[in-house]
């Protein structure tokens, strides 16, 4: 596929994205603190802190934040696909022992089952509702064990505006989208976080196959 938002994240939005948004660790951390009053490194220790994860793939891991913070937080075997070929240069420079493949979430370039864990930070926003299943059944594929989330969440599915372009962000509630795509799904854990500033909302989800 070559949808209209994969070329968006292509052109020049995609490269003032990751100027905006390279942070470092400590970056991260005090970012999520700011917009949440928790930090992404807790966060990551309250959702994964117990499971048993052999190896782990993001899908559109930008520039590689939340991998690194996973690589720090002693996670092994990271994966990372990423649309946009800068982001993708960027990535393999500044993380070592992970693999980042220059590829798209609806042609994910690995073998069914293959990975403990498949997440996503950010990224089913950014996707039509046309294409959205299409996406999810991609990542349930890969995923031997579990699905994990931080999305944006509304009860319903809808439409904003994304720094003055349209169709390019849309809000809903993922968690419900995956239960209703694949039932035999179950949800370990899910949780609410307004952010501080404003009356926004994510949401983080933890599901398992």
């Excluded at 980042?100 to 293959?114: A, G, L, R, T």
């Excluded at 944006?152 to 439409?159: A, K, R």
């Amino acid at each position: 596929m070559d949808t209209l938002q994969e070329k968006f994240w292509q052109s020049k939005f995609g490269r003032d994205y990751i100027k905006r948004n390279f942070f470092s660790n400590r970056e991260m951390d005090r970012l999520y603190v700011k917009n949440y009053g928790v930090s992404r490194s807790e966060m990551n220790r309250k959702f994964l802190g117990n499971l048993r994860i052999k190896n782990v793939l993001e899908v559109g891991c930008n520039a590689g934040n939340q991998l690194a913070l996973l690589q720090k937080q002693g996670f092994k075997n990271l994966y990372g696909i990423e649309i946009y070929d800068k982001a993708v240069e960027l990535s393999r420079t500044r993380l070592k022992n992970v693999n980042i493949i220059w590829d798209s979430v609806f042609d994910i370039p690995f073998k069914d089952n293959y990975f403990d864990l498949v997440f996503t930070s950010g990224l089913l926003i950014h996707i039509s509702p046309k294409d959205i299943k299409k996406a999810m059944k991609e990542i349930y594929r890969v995923s031997k064990k579990y699905i994990w989330g931080f999305e944006y969440y509304n009860d319903e599915y809808i439409s904003i505006d994304y720094r003055g372009h349209k169709n390019c962000l849309w809000k809903g509630n993922f968690v419900k989208m995956y239960l209703n795509l694949f039932p035999s799904l179950r949800l370990v854990r899910v949780e609410k976080l307004k952010y501080l500033n404003d009356n926004n909302v994510d949401i983080m989800f933890l599901l398992k196959k």
